[in-house]
């Protein structure tokens, strides 16, 4: 394969790794290491799993799903019309009426504690499936994704016969039909956080994938078929923005759960205004990571290049914006800079990866125009030397320093592997430009001062707020935004709160 050197960085200095670059990384190149695929089985075509049956869409149409890495089309996707939509919505609210609402939590469970055995059997499939479909380094579906969409169902079962308990000696009962639409940067663990929480506590679902990257959904729900979960107590349909609408709308869904865009998250509030449907939804983010001067720098940067770089970005929670106290803003920039150096991109199946491909076409477009709307604006830019292939969709890891807070590179969520870089003095200006956003998702705060976490963690208007860490996650957790980052909590005690009716 050949290859073609990306733009360099802003300055000649800037292009040449420094002695500590070469010690550690540039100096060697890593034979490949790629997990192979040929045990894994795509089929050829997918359609609908609707009432615990694979069914050809009403509406006769198919759309393809493309790897991001090769362009190449791994599979046919049904494309859900609102008729098959209903469909689904019915086979769901069936199998709530007939069984699933009149089950005990603790057969509930068993069949939960199933599907994540099952997770933990398929394992690798999962991972090599995600890596293909979305775009991600193996690296992160094998040791992240998949583990912790297990760790999901694991925790829900354990909460399905015991959700009196959940809210203080009150009564709970399901609130009927869930309708979910997710997004594809964490496709088949966005899929566990909707659909794990939701059957535990006795609903029963609608689930849409994203149309970039439905493979995993749908092996999952082969998974649930094996584990023989009654008939439409899971039902997964795909399709794009329209499949997802009907979904949203359709009068029978008791609960829409949706995370995504802002933009289509405030689409939906809208539509359903008015009506009685419950509503969850995890939106944009521009999270800040705040680095003192007494953080341990090293440290600091190996979480700063987790929290934006491993996953091309592709994280609403991800630390795009980075804070840093003046006096150490060279030396964090010289050891980001080193880093970025060694940070290897291509491939997702091979398991030395650190940066995989961007999701799709569109996606790479729009990371483009915010990157040359942050050069417009004057900023610095330094984008990490990586060997782009020639097939696929990729971005080096880029850094801005210098931009301006009003600069839209510091203002709108780019997801894409794209950091700015800006300082402050004191904690009360970190705080001030931090929360300086119309988001509030996530933050990361490092220093040697536990005080001065839990100072800054009181103050951060953010859900989730990482202390000399990033991008942790745990299903007991909450997880979830400020402002136009959205409401709601997925995860732990609070995020069951969303799949019942408390009396
Ligand atoms: P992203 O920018 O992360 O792709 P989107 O909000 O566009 O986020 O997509 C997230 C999910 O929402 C996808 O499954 C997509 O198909 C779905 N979607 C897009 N438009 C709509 C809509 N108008 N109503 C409901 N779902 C939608």
């Not at 300055?11 to 040929?38: C, H, I, M, N």
């Not at 001067?293 to 600091?300: E, K, S």
């Not at 940066?355 to 799709?360: H, K, M, R, Y």
């Not at 970190?430 to 005080?451: Q, V």
């Amino acid at each position: 394969m050949s290859h073609t050197l990306t733009k360099p960085g802003s300055t000649e200095v800037d292009r040449k790794p420094s002695a500590a670059a070469l010690e550690f990384g540039q100096a060697w190149e890593y034979a490949p290491a790629p997990e192979s695929p040929d045990h894994v089985r795509i089929d050829p075509k997918y359609g609908l799993f609707v009432g615990g049956r694979w069914v050809t869409p009403r509406s006769g149409k198919f759309f393809p799903t493309v790897s991001p890495s090769t362009e190449q089309t791994l599979a046919e996707v049904a494309e859900a019309n609102a008729q098959d939509v209903d469909d689904a919505v019915k086979a769901a609210r069936e199998a709530y009426d007939k069984y699933w609402s009149k089950l005990r939590g603790a057969d509930r469970a068993k069949y939960i504690f199933r599907i994540a055995r099952a997770i933990q059997e398929k394992a690798r499939e999962l991972a090599i499936v995600e890596s293909m479909d979305g775009g991600k380094p193996i690296k992160e579906s094998r040791d992240v994704d998949v583990p912790l969409a297990a760790a999901h169902f694991f925790y829900h079962a354990g909460w399905a016969d015991k959700l009196d308990y959940a809210f203080q000696g009150r009564r709970v009962r399901p609130l009927g039909v869930a309708g979910q639409i997710i997004p594809w940067n964490f496709p088949l663990l966005m899929a566990a956080w909707k659909i794990a929480p939701a059957i535990a506590c006795g609903n029963t679902v609608v689930l849409k994938p994203a149309e970039t990257t439905p493979l995993t959904a749908l092996l999952l729900a082969k998974i649930i078929e094996e584990a023989e979960l009654p008939p439409g107590v899971v039902n997964i349909v795909t399709g794009a923005g329209e499949t997802g609408a009907a979904l949203a709308n359709h009068p029978d869904v008791n609960k829409v759960a949706f995370t995504g865009s802002t933009d289509v998250g405030k689409r939906i509030q809208r539509a359903i205004a008015g009506s009685t449907k419950r509503l969850t939804l995890e939106l944009g983010g521009k999270a800040a990571n705040v680095v003192f001067a007494d953080a341990p720098l090293d440290q600091a940067v190996e979480g700063i290049v987790n929290g934006i770089y491993f996953n091309q970005g592709h994280v609403c929670c991800a630390g795009s914006r980075l804070l840093v106290e003046e006096s150490v803003h060279d030396i964090v920039v010289k050891k980001l800079r080193d880093r970025m150096h060694t940070l290897r991109l291509g491939d997702p199946l091979d398991k030395n990866t650190d940066v995989g491909a961007i999701n799709s076409k569109a996606q790479l477009q729009r990371i483009r125009e915010l990157v040359d709307a942050g050069e417009k604006e004057g900023a610095e830019r330094f984008s990490a030397p990586c060997r782009i292939p020639d097939k696929g969709f990729w971005f080096a890891p880029t850094f801005f320093t210098g931009a301006s807070m009003s600069s839209r590179i510091a203002r709108e969520e780019i997801f894409g592997p794209v950091l700015t870089i800006m300082t402050f003095r004191t904690p009360d200006e970190a705080i001030e430009k931090a929360n300086n956003t119309m988001y509030g998702l996530s933050a990361g705060i490092w220093t040697d001062k536990g005080a001065k976490i839990f100072y800054m963690a009181t103050k951060l208007k953010a859900g989730v707020i990482w202390g000399n860490t990033y991008n942790k996650f745990d299903p007991s957790s909450p997880f979830g935004g400020y402002k136009e980052s959205g409401f709601g909590r997925e995860g732990g005690r609070q995020g069951l709160s969303a799949y019942v009716e408390v009396e």
